[in-house]
């Protein structure tokens, strides 16, 4: 079963440990751009570079993943597409979206938008991490474990 990232925003750390365990298991994954990907020539490794545009790589993840892939990425509407798919997601800071939260979080997202669009400033996300980057780090372990 391979995994889709979402790498136009992929932290360099999350991009680290998927070369790591790519190396190590020899799990299929496609890295998806609108830009270059550098990545160690593995085998099990594909950079696709997508047409610039808006969510180009998000609609070529969700027309290319199927059910019980991987997708990795932190754009909540392409995370509700796929797992309507069947598809297994996990956000670069490990949490993982089903279909029991993905609807809490469209619903938040949009919430936000509504804020910044009114002029209000609603700040980001908090800064990306050692603890983000560990709770990813598990939860791929979780899922490779489960599917090698």
Excluded: Y
């Excluded at 209000?120 to 800064?127: L, V």
């Amino acid at each position: 079963m391979p995994i889709w990232i979402d790498a136009d925003a992929c932290p360099n750390a999350v991009k680290q440990i998927l070369f790591r365990a790519a190396e190590r298991t020899g799990v299929e994954m496609t890295f998806v751009a609108n830009q270059t990907v550098s990545h160690p020539p593995f085998k099990s490794i594909r950079a696709l570079r997508v047409e610039p545009g808006f969510d180009v790589a998000d609609n070529f993840i969700a027309q290319s993943a199927e059910a019980n892939d991987l997708v990795i990425t932190s754009d909540i509407p392409l995370a509700s597409e796929v797992i309507d798919k069947g598809a297994v997601v996990i956000n670069f800071r490990g949490e993982s979206l089903t279909k029991a939260n993905i609807k809490a979080r469209l619903n938040m997202r949009d919430f936000m938008d509504t804020l910044r669009s009114s002029g209000i400033n609603s700040g980001g996300p908090p800064p990306f991490g050692q603890q983000e980057k560990q709770a990813f780090a598990n939860q791929l372990d979780r899922w490779l474990a489960k599917h090698q």
